[in-house]
């Protein structure tokens, strides 16, 4: 699945939701089933992701709705082989994004 989200510094929960086709309600479980996600909250409690928090979400959604991961099999994926999953993860992203763009590039000639 690829992803698009605009270059901002922080975004807002219903922002990521609707970027990911889900519900707040299922980025809110994740919050609390993976450590790896932190968002920052303001004085509201309205949760801000971060570029870095989107990026683990990205490899979460990966694993859990295309890989069929189940919640603890994604915990245990992400803690074993973290680093490596997430390089290979961000590397097969790149390469989708830039596919995306080429096909854009490709529908304007």
């Not at 949760?47 to 490899?59: A, C, G, N, Q, Y």
């Not at 991961?69 to 390089?87: P, V, W």
């Amino acid at each position: 699945m690829y992803i698009q989200l605009p270059e901002k510094r922080y975004y807002g929960i219903g922002e990521v939701a609707k970027a990911f086709n889900v519900n707040t309600s299922l980025i809110r479980f994740w919050e609390k089933e993976f450590d790896i996600l932190k968002p920052k909250k303001n004085a509201k409690g309205n949760r801000k992701f971060t570029p870095e928090d989107i990026k683990h979400l990205k490899f979460i959604y990966h694993l859990v709705k295309e890989r069929g991961f189940t919640l603890e099999g994604a915990k245990t994926h992400l803690k074993e082989e973290r680093k490596q999953s997430l390089n290979n993860f961000e590397i097969i992203n790149k390469l989708e994004n830039v596919k995306a763009q080429l096909i854009k590039i490709k529908t304007q000639l």
